[in-house]
């Protein structure tokens, strides 16, 4: 058939068995993906570190002279075509397209925003600072287990990570995720960036710590969710 190949696309069997619960879902993941955007700018205006992926794409787009929303796009756009090539579309959905386009951007306006309303240097204050960047790590990491336990759809980079932990047998999603965390905190040295001890934490703890808030939703949310149909 002419359109077999976009039954595969992630979220696809929602949409067809139920058009409204699938519209909730989108804007469930669009709205997480928004929030990671809107936590990684104040994470960024504390300078104690954010997620490795963030702070390599930084580090490239302020090396090259480019927005950090323009980089993203384009990056992201590369290895979805990877992706694509390698497993076709199934791990593609509104969540991938909403997570590659819209973060780059909303960290971008939104420190744009901050850097006009609040007075500068505000968020290196002592207390500004820690209390900022516990709450939005806090905010990151319940956002990213929304938008990746929501099923719509992975990000290019984290498609990547499944990809390898199929082909691997089924090794765990963190043990990947830390290798590719450690690796973006490698390319982001070598454009001349420091991590600070944040990122670096991040690097070892955020893929253990998104699988754990994740299981948590998955069995306590997502299921419940599930449970009414």
Not at 34 to 63: A, H, K, Q, R, W
Not at 70 to 81: E, G, S, Y
Not at 102 to 115: N, S
Request: hydrophobic share 50%.
């Amino acid at each position: 058939m002419k359109d077999k190949w976009y039954r595969t696309w992630a979220g696809y069997d929602r949409l067809k068995e139920n058009r409204k619960e699938f519209t909730g879902n989108v804007i469930m993941v669009v709205a997480a993906v928004l929030c990671m955007g809107i936590s990684l700018s104040f994470l960024l205006e504390t300078n104690l570190g954010t997620d490795p992926y963030t702070f390599m794409n930084v580090s490239i787009s302020e090396t090259i002279g480019w927005s950090l929303g323009n980089w993203q796009l384009v990056f992201n756009t590369a290895v979805l075509i990877t992706v694509l090539l390698i497993t076709g579309i199934k791990m593609i959905g509104p969540g991938s397209i909403a997570n590659m386009v819209l973060i780059g951007y909303t960290v971008d306006l939104c420190r744009w925003i901050l850097h006009h309303l609040v007075p500068e240097g505000f968020f290196m204050g002592p207390i500004a600072r820690p209390v900022t960047f516990i709450l939005g790590l806090f905010v990151f990491l319940v956002s990213a287990a929304v938008y990746m336990n929501s099923k719509m759809g992975l990000s290019p980079y984290d498609a990547l990570g499944k990809i390898i932990c199929n082909a691997a047998g089924g090794l765990p999603f963190f043990i990947v995720r830390i290798a590719f965390d450690t690796m973006a905190v490698a390319i982001g040295l070598i454009f001349g960036d420091i991590p600070s001890i944040g990122t670096i934490l991040m690097a070892i703890f955020l893929g253990p710590m998104i699988t754990c808030v994740g299981s948590f939703m998955d069995k306590h949310i997502f299921k419940k969710s599930g449970e009414k149909k």
